[in-house]
């Protein structure tokens, strides 16, 4: 199934309605927040400190994303998925803080697989290595935390119409583990 959705609906049709099925695309449009690790550790240690954070947690989507300067006249350089797998150290304690959506590429370790559950988030896969085309899709972008981080600084993006496919959903389906299922079973 093909979904064209807001971030302001994701709370509605992840975690009350649980729509959102492994194997599904989405067209995303809305606020998504970037971190890459070095902004991930920031944003838990500000957390265990007491510190505000940089955006609110509560329903945002993060992509992890460390994009490149923007050429002339465009909002955003290219823009293609980091490695999911780096952020798994911290990805369980946001979702718990109320972390809604995660988008990046590859598999994610069975405790972020478990928290997605618990929390009824969703982690979407976008295309690695078509940055450009990712950028295309992006109609703002603003460095809103650690500017000393270049391109893992954090940043608020504008999404219109981003593809994404559902990769783990809330109802503990997990595109990879079906992938490998499927294979071994030939």
């Known amino acids: 199934m093909t979904y064209h959705l807001n971030t302001s609906e994701l709370p509605a049709v992840v975690r009350e309605q649980q729509k959102l099925r492994v194997g599904d695309r989405v067209l995303l449009s ?23 954070l940089p955006f609110d947690l509560q329903d945002a989507a993060i992509y992890f994303a460390g994009p490149t300067a923007a050429p002339p006249g465009r909002p955003i350089g290219a823009c293609g998925p980091t490695t999911s797998g780096r952020m798994d150290p911290f ?77 783990i959903d809330n109802h503990g389906g997990n595109l990879f583990a079906e992938g490998r299922a499927s294979f071994a079973a030939e």
């Open 91 to 167: 990805s369980p304690l946001l979702l718990d803080k109320g972390l809604i959506a995660m988008i990046g590429k590859g598999e994610r370790n069975q405790a972020v697989c478990d928290a997605v559950v618990r929390n009824r988030a969703v982690y979407f896969c976008a295309v690695g290595g078509a940055g450009a085309l990712a950028a295309a899709h992006i109609t703002r972008c603003d460095v809103i935390a650690y500017p000393e981080l270049g391109c893992e600084s954090v940043k608020r993006l504008e999404f219109e119409d981003f593809p994404l496919l559902v990769t």
């Open 30 to 52: 809305g606020t998504v927040y970037t971190a890459r690790d070095a902004a991930h550790k920031r944003i838990v240690a500000a957390m265990q400190a007491g510190e505000p």
